[in-house]
């Protein structure tokens, strides 16, 4: 029951980041300083990716161990990234541009964790992910 919670769990903030994590929603982002005017405060695009990063890599910063399901979420995030990087994405020119900002810092924090004190599992995770952002970013 706990393993059908915790997918439960996974399929929701997967789903979450997926929406976030959208062509449409970040063109109205990129927007809605003009539409709004100035003096609105609004919320960037750069602000939402930063944010859902942070959140998601948590544990690189506090070179926590890496839970199996924070791993899950950690590799769906990798693919909404490496998705939008892709040429042919469709993705805005400056979601594409904060998104590959975004690859890059995170490269940068996975090389820098301390993760030889880490078990074996969050160890190869995190080279796999190494790997992945390197083959996106060439």
């Not at 998104?99 to 969050?122: F, N, T, W």
């Amino acid at each position: 029951q706990n393993i059908h919670s915790g997918s439960i769990v996974l399929n929701q903030k997967v789903k979450a980041m997926e929406n976030l994590l959208n062509k449409d929603v970040a063109q109205r982002i990129i927007e809605a300083p003009e539409k709004l005017g100035e003096g609105v405060d609004t919320l960037s695009l750069g602000e939402v990716y930063q944010t859902i990063q942070d959140n998601v890599w948590s544990e690189l910063a506090s070179s926590e161990s890496i839970s199996q399901s924070r791993r899950d979420l950690q590799r769906e995030h990798l693919k909404l990234m490496t998705t939008i990087l892709k040429p042919e994405s469709g993705f805005p020119g400056d979601a594409v541009s904060l998104m590959r900002y975004q690859a890059v810092e995170l490269q940068k924090h996975i090389e820098e964790s301390d993760s030889e004190k880490l078990p074996l599992e969050a160890r190869a995770h995190l080279d796999m992910c190494l790997q992945t952002l390197k083959t996106a970013l060439t």
